[in-house]
């Protein structure tokens, strides 16, 4: 079984600042990791995922996230932050099990201060 | 990448109702899942459906509330039954294609 913890529901940064957005997840089979953006009364979209091959992940919008395994650990972050980046940001992991159910942490909401 | 759409987008129902949403999907897809997000919260699973067989449910979720069809490859319906105003939520049906999963934008459900 799968199963993923964000912490901090709510981080907020200054404009320019570096983003960080924790991630720690829980799996008894190799996992895949997947960061999902959400903007207010918009669907999911996704920013980054690892499968497998290079741990170092880069995303849309300048986002990247660092596979460790021995940490259990898929942190999100973005070297300066921008005020278009305020949203709720999921970490979800998923492995096989005759098709990839996705299971998805509780969310962390990203302010971004001007 | 699939392309997933769900109909209706919105709806606003009686409680004691029920609301069959429909998933349909661009290519063919062995599996399908419904998830549902509560305001201000994140997803959760509540069944995965395969074609030709019962959908499995998560712990939390039944088959009386939340019935599910899987009559091909490309559809699935998911019924919220006897609806109360807890069930006001965004429900979201998704596929996975070579290890992502892809999600309709969703049915926000308003129960009265």
């Known amino acids: 079984a799968q199963s993923v913890t964000q912490l901090g529901s709510h981080v907020s940064v200054s404009e320019g600042a570096l983003v960080l957005l924790r991630c720690n997840y829980s799996?008894?089979?190799?996992?895949?990791l997947f960061w999902y953006v959400q903007y207010p009364n918009q669907g999911l979209q996704l920013l980054l995922k690892y499968t497998t091959g290079a741990t170092l992940v880069k995303g849309i919008n300048g986002f990247e996230a660092e596979f460790k395994k021995s940490e259990t650990s898929f942190h999100l972050t973005k070297p300066s932050a921008h005020m278009s980046d305020a949203a709720e940001y999921f970490c979800a992991v998923s492995a096989f099990t005759g098709g990839f159910k996705t299971i998805f942490g509780a969310g962390t909401r990203l302010f971004v201060k001007a | 990448s699939a392309v997933i759409s769900q109909k209706p987008s919105r709806d606003i129902c009686q409680r004691g109702t029920s609301l069959t949403i429909q998933c349909q999907v661009d290519s063919q897809v062995t599996m399908m899942f419904w998830y549902r997000q509560q305001p201000g919260q994140s997803l959760t699973l509540i069944a995965t459906?395969?074609?030709?067989?019962?959908?499995?449910?998560e712990s939390g979720f039944v088959i009386d509330k939340f019935p599910i069809s899987r009559p091909n490859l490309t559809f699935s319906t998911l019924t919220v039954s006897n609806m109360s105003p807890e069930d006001s939520s965004i429900y979201l049906c998704s596929a996975d294609e070579n290890t992502e999963a892809f999600f309709g934008q969703g049915t926000r459900l308003t129960v009265v």
């Open positions: 459906a395969n074609q030709g067989s019962e959908a499995t449910y």
């Open positions: 799996s008894s089979v190799p996992p895949y």
